[in-house]
């Protein structure tokens, strides 16, 4: 598999800027919390740059959306597209095959909701999240004016989330790519969002 | 203000990456290099290569070359072949595919392949020089 430069370095930012927003007050003393409790209402703005890959495909994922932070829970819009065209083989009949070369694009209502468990004395919170993807996907194959619809799916994804203060998140998990072409439809997920309109930073 | 404008960025960022897949007739390869002998003409006709596996069992390998879309194309040639590397002369600014057929361990497998055949050139100042040599390949190997 090849990786274009450009994207190779959207990859490279994205787990940079892990580490930049990960400061050494991070591993302050943590409090436990109760992971249903929730806070009142704080509704912000947000958008997340993120991707889904494992070993066969490779996909960024942009989203923008409602952020609620007081109930830990998001409704964001996203896109996501494979840069690159993959190679995989689709049965059309018995022993039969047509190997092509593929790109997909994907657009999805995410919904997810964290429960963290731990909070930081600098106000960063440690959890899980379960989330939802309510996913529409094309693949447009080279050499075929067709354009495969995939059709609409249900995209479970659950894992660990951090949050820096108020403003910005790190989620890393497992995400199930139901109805994936070619794939395997089991695909990691590293999403960073960032919140916009955020008052109140602690 | 600020928020707005940044979510605006962000909008148009999301729609540009999502929609950038349309083909333009011809491609940047950026600055010249000082030793390329300039070519202000846009060549006519480019090459297209297709590239094979090498068959096993001396079975030849059958090809079928397509102006346009393998689904709604013009068959241009069907032949056997042993070669690893097939090239055509064509027309620029038309979509070609192809298609090769191999037989795998009883199964078969039809490799499919297609774009669109541009130009290329690269900018001295504001002159275009055009790659007169430029080839687009069309990968019907099999996949490993």
Redesign the interface.
Known sequence: MKFNKAYSLIVSLLFSSFLLLSPKSTFAQPIALNPFAGSYLQPSAGFSVGTLFNHQDFMLDFGIGYEELGYDFSITFNGAFRPFYNRGRIEIDDHLYYQVRHKAIQFSIDLEKRFYFLQFLNYNKLGVYLGLKSAYAWDNYRGFTLKQNTGFAFQPNAGISWQFSKVSRLSVGYIYRSKSTFENPHMANIKLSLYLNTEDKN | MR?SF??TI??V???S??FS?SKKSKSSTGECSANVICYTQEPGELYVKLELTQPKNNVPTEVTFYK?????GEILEVFPTLSTEVVYLVPVGIIY???AKYVVD??????????KLTTSYCTDGDTECYDWDHEMV??LK??E
């Open positions: 928020q940044l979510i962000f909008s960022l999301l729609i990456f999502t897949c346009g879309n393998i689904d709604k595919s192809a298609t009883g199964d078969t497998v039809i490799v499919v392949d297609g774009d069309l990968d099999l996949k």
